[in-house]
Nanobody, 123 residues
Framework: QVQLVESGGGSVQAGGSLRVSCAASGGTFNYVAIGWFRQAPGKEREFVAAIRWTAGSTYYAYSVKGRFTISRDNAKNTVYLQMDSLKPEDTAVYSC????????????????WGQGTQVTVSS
């Protein structure tokens, strides 16, 4: 069973940067990719970015493309989400998840989730 632990959230002013991390353990080799999702209060969970473990291919939501960068360190079993030029609308709980198959953009394609980390961007 895969365990995912996020860290690195916090508060920042608009235009600033944050990096969140997702440390994976337990059978990660069974998973094709790791994705990041976010959920703001009163809103549905939405896809942010995903990265394939081996090929390193990346996928981004339109709303974050060019501002966020997903990367991985296979030796550390850790995936990072570098967030630059942050906007107040990026405020949400960010969660990483292990992808089994299907579209990277849908949360139903992921079957293990971390507990999430809060990112707050003030104007």
């Amino acid at each position: 069973q895969v365990q995912l632990v996020e860290s690195g959230g916090g508060s920042v002013q608009a235009g600033g940067s944050l990096r969140v991390s997702c440390a994976a353990s337990g059978g990660t080799f069974n998973y094709v990719a790791i994705g990041w999702f976010r959920q703001a209060p009163g809103k549905e969970r939405e896809f942010v970015a995903a990265i394939r473990w081996t090929a390193g291919s990346t996928y981004y939501a339109y709303s974050v493309k060019g501002r966020f960068t997903i990367s991985r360190d296979n030796a550390k079993n850790t995936v990072y989400l570098q967030m630059d030029s942050l906007k107040p609308e990026d405020t949400a709980v960010y969660s990483c998840a292990a992808h089994r198959g299907g579209s990277y953009y849908y949360s139903s394609s992921y079957n293990y989730w971390g507990q999430g980390t809060q990112v707050t961007v003030s104007s």
